[in-house]
Nanobody, 119 residues
Framework: QVQFVESGGGLVQEGGSLRLSCADSRDRGIFGDNAIGWYRQAPGKQREFVARISRSGSTVYTDSVKGRFTISRDSAKNSVYLQMNSVKPEDTAVYYC???????????WGQGTQVTVSS
């Protein structure tokens, strides 16, 4: 079972930037073989899709983050990143990553990393 470690969250002012990281704690190179997605869950809301990146590097974003967030991967480091620019208070949430089969997250969720945007 893959175990993810998300990091890089914190408190940031509206309009600022953060870079989130996601790694496989067992360092098994699984990221190189699979699509990876970022998700987020705001207080009182369902977890929602944010972005995904395929094995080949193609990317998909939810409409609310297009042009502001960038997902990338470094297979040599078994890591996936989410660069968050021009953040908004509505980006406040716990952010998670997961392995995807098709568009479906298939592994157990990690602890996530908290992002809080102040206005």
């Amino acid at each position: 079972q893959v175990q993810f470690v998300e990091s890089g969250g914190g408190l940031v002012q509206e309009g600022g930037s953060l870079r989130l990281s996601c790694a496989d704690s067992r360092d098994r190179g699984i990221f190189g073989d699979n699509a990876i997605g970022w998700y987020r869950q705001a207080p009182g809301k369902q977890r929602e899709f944010v972005a995904r990146i395929s094995r080949s590097g193609s990317t998909v974003y939810t409409d609310s983050v297009k042009g502001r967030f960038t997902i990338s991967r470094d297979s040599a480091k078994n890591s996936v990143y989410l660069q968050m620019n021009s953040v908004k208070p509505e980006d406040t949430a716990v952010y998670y990553c997961n392995v995807l089969v098709g568009e479906v997250p298939v592994s157990a969720w990690g602890q996530g990393t908290q992002v809080t945007v102040s206005s």
